[in-house]
């Protein structure tokens, strides 16, 4: 056997084991829930309907445990009126630790204005729940997580649980509470939010979720903003933010962070240096980690994450 022939061998057995050690490091939560071979997925599923328009959502269950499993509902972002149910790459990232991941639509300020993107958050919630034994979920360990619009949404679920005004369509008699909110730069007080300028006839994300200008509709501002509902019976918040969010300023975290630690509330604020308004700093698998130990805390604290 020839020595170019051994060299041929040696070269391809070292390629193997490197590309082996390349799989093996490389974090399973951000390959496998792409491929979403290892969870069974039930799409357009529909949970209410508001104006004849039928309001669906996604679910999808891990392939492993027995269940019933802890629930993370995914609300997208978007200001409010863009985005849809597929935009859910950061809670499927969840998958692997085991939780079943719903990520909803609701209807955009091009169909309604607020508080139609709350009540069909809240509608989804209570059917969640409700159908949580056919489904196979824990419907008192139901956790809720967004970016941008789905942060503010998400955290306004956090602060209303007890709120019942925006509890409208099917099962009233289910509770729209959940049990803790992971908010990534979503908005907090709209009053305070920055203006910037738009082409002619067009709006702010905020006027349209509001249905006018700040000027014209202050008080509204103030009722879509999750920091006037903070109270003792507020969930726990783990806040995510970029130090260099134009869009969002940090400080709208900050001020959530400081109201719902006075009123008592768990609460965990992550400001992620030199990020903006979202990218791949809010994907790192250590900051996956942070979320998903969070969720555990609150949704499944018999078990830890290591």
């Not at 009540?119 to 919630?125: L, R, T």
């Not at 941008?148 to 008699?173: C, K, M, N, Q, V």
């Not at 965990?268 to 790192?284: E, V």
Request: proline letters at 7%; a positive charge; glycine letters at 10%.
């Amino acid at each position: 056997m020839g020595k170019g022939y051994l060299f041929t061998l040696l070269y391809f057995a070292l390629c193997l084991t490197s590309f082996s050690q390349v799989q093996e490091n490389r974090a399973p939560l951000v390959s496998r829930p792409f491929l979403l071979e290892n969870s069974r997925v039930l799409k357009n599923i529909e949970y209410a309907q508001a104006e004849g328009i039928k309001l669906l959502l996604d679910l999808y269950l891990p392939d492993k445990g027995s269940g019933p499993f802890p629930l993370i509902v995914w609300i997208h972002g978007g200001g409010w009126r863009t985005g849809s149910k597929e935009n859910c790459r950061p809670a499927l990232l969840l998958l692997p630790y085991g939780y079943a991941i719903a990520s909803i639509n609701y209807r955009l300020t091009g169909i309604a204005s607020f508080p139609a993107q709350l009540e069909d958050c809240k509608a989804a919630i209570r059917f969640l729940r409700a159908q949580a034994k056919n489904r196979n979920l824990e419907p008192e360990r139901i956790g809720v997580w967004g970016s941008s619009a789905g942060g503010h949404l998400s955290a306004l679920l956090g602060t209303t649980g007890e709120i019942r005004e925006f509890d409208r369509g099917g099962y009233p008699e289910f509770s729209s509470r959940v049990q803790a909110v992971c908010d990534y730069y979503g908005p907090t007080y709209l009053p305070e939010m920055p203006g910037r300028r738009f082409q002619p006839g067009e709006s702010s994300p905020v006027s349209a979720l509001i249905g006018g200008s700040l000027e014209n509709f202050q008080e509204k501002a103030i009722k879509a903003s999750p920091l006037i509902y903070v109270s003792s019976q507020s969930a726990p918040f783990f806040i995510v933010h970029g130090d260099r969010d134009t869009t969002v300023p940090v400080a709208q975290s900050e001020k959530l962070a400081r109201a719902l630690e006075k009123a008592g509330v768990r609460v965990q604020l992550q400001i992620i240096k030199d990020a903006g308004h979202g990218g791949p700093q809010f994907t790192r698998p250590e900051l996956i980690r942070q979320v998903a130990s969070f969720f555990d805390q609150h949704l499944r604290p018999e078990s830890s994450i290591k």
